[in-house]
């Protein structure tokens, strides 16, 4: 092993970044119904008209992330010939919303999936990239939309199908960050508005890889179920590889995991000697209110951790109100044909540790 | 910039690694038709039966792809608690492919989606990974099965559907590859079968990161077509990243392009100022003998150029037979949705520096 590696390695799928990786900015948009959620008025943007202003929903999603993406890009007052790699994906066939979104910016791309976790994916090979010295700005994000996701895996709108209280919506939204070796620059240029505030900014520090995990499941709509377990192990070996406890960390976000699989989670990782309760939020339960908004167990999609992420979890961790957050997106790995088949549905989820730097612990 | 960077960037996405990335073994596994190709005999295994014991296509696909790792991770004298990560994906909605395949060994996963350029972007971040020292041992693979992609993208096959002669045959193979920072290890134990000859062996020492290009070209049975551009590009870049001729690489392989797209990128060079055609091969083209095989324009799919890399160009430079070649796996990147909303196919290609290592430049 090279005695400078930009990461020390812990545990079996772990490692803690030993160069720094900064969270430069981040953007999110979202559409109306996400819009009139209790993070409505923390969005960079909503949509109002679910089209994006395209004539199919999979172009609108496209547009959408592109978006999410430029204005990441804005805030950190860069360009897309300023960005080395882009690391993305998406929940469509093919990944076609990335590869007709962000893919079209003409910045070196590597396309992503892992389901709703894949911002989580993302984010650990963009920070690996970072810490390495692989580019000196990489693009992160992914999106999901509401109804390319029902087109995808589920039923025509048009049926009026019944869903179990099980069931998750596919939040529409777009997520996107800028990773970068350097700190944010404070508002210079104007017009830029970098992840930096009053009291400090975001690191990744670490990370813990997800494997998949399979608990036999095959109920796709309720696969907070089907990631639960996912989600355990990835915490558990997240706890275990560094030496932490529930303690060591501010809050603990899952990603789309909703009611049911939240409650599942926190059982599982008690039976592993682990009550995370206090400090455990799922981002599909934040981005929707389950009592007037009809989303059962909560928001789901590549979107739904993407942009609770970028418009809510970093800008409270740059503001300090956090200290060190674990950030678990959660992915569940089906396709309609795996469905059909009658496979199970396994699950995984990455693990990326986010810091808050203050201002007198940064150094240039 | 770390100044002890594992890789010097070089252009707008290439970077050499500074850090040894060795392939230390390969695995190839392919169907009956692919058997009895010009490679017939160098593949690790041939499985008459197309379904490889199982019930379903997709099953079939994601047993053959376990079948090349476990091969792969046995010649290398490794078990899969050795590998710290794997990249692996395919061309099924959702890569459901390697999720009930590879991502099943039970190793940390990043899945991919490249189209049939995945082996290229698996290799990519693989040797990136091993360079960066955030892992000893990287497990990089892909796959792809006739009938599983005729399903997924195509016709029923009992419509007994004309295919034109730009058309490519997806096919049934796969290929992995260990990747570490350390040299294979000469037969012990015995019984494994690391990549290394009496002459010498394998390390990737740099890459070029594919773009997306789009030249607008909308037939799913040209798809050597559509790629054709994108080959262009990413080996047009790493000449002029990297300050080369086509004098400097012994052999230049893209995935699958095809007679059409072959003559296409020849062309497309042309214009740029540059000739490779002495030493340019396509993957499609070696896999199958056009005259005899029904392969209209040649093979295609994530599992050709993987199958044909593990087969064919790793051993060859094993031996010698060339010193440096660029490898580009070339990916279209279209769905059967975006292919029938009328979408254009845009093209990827991700480019791998391969060079022989001789015995007496080998450094412990």
Redesign the interface.
Known sequence: ??P????R?TG??S?SFQ?PVYVVSCASVVGKKEGEGPLGSKFDLVCEEPMFGEA?W??AESTMQKEAAALALGKAGLTP?DI??TFA?D??????AS??GI??M??????????CSTIG?SL??GA??V??????HILCATSSHFASAE??FRFPLAYGNQRPLSATWTVTGSGACVLS?TLPVPKIPEKTDPLISAEGCVQITGLT????I?FGLKDSLNMGGCMAPAACDTIYRNFCDFDRTPDDYDAIFTGDLGAVGKRILLDLLKEKGYDIESIYQDCGLLIFDGETQDTHSGGSGCGCSASVLAAYILPELAKGTWKKVLFVPTGA??????FN?G?SI?G?AHAVVLEHVSKKDQKQ
């Open positions: 092993m090279n400078q590696t930009p990461a390695l079996s799928a490692m160069n199919t999979e172009a010939g080395r790699m994906g929940l469509l066939a093919q990944t076609t590869s007709f893919a079209g003409g910045i070196p791309f590597y396309g992503l999936f892992g389901a994916e650990s090979l690996m990239s810490a390495a010295g692989y580019g000196e087109k995808e070796g890889t997800g494997k998949l399979d790995l089906l396709s309609k044909t795996s088949e496979d396994p995984i």
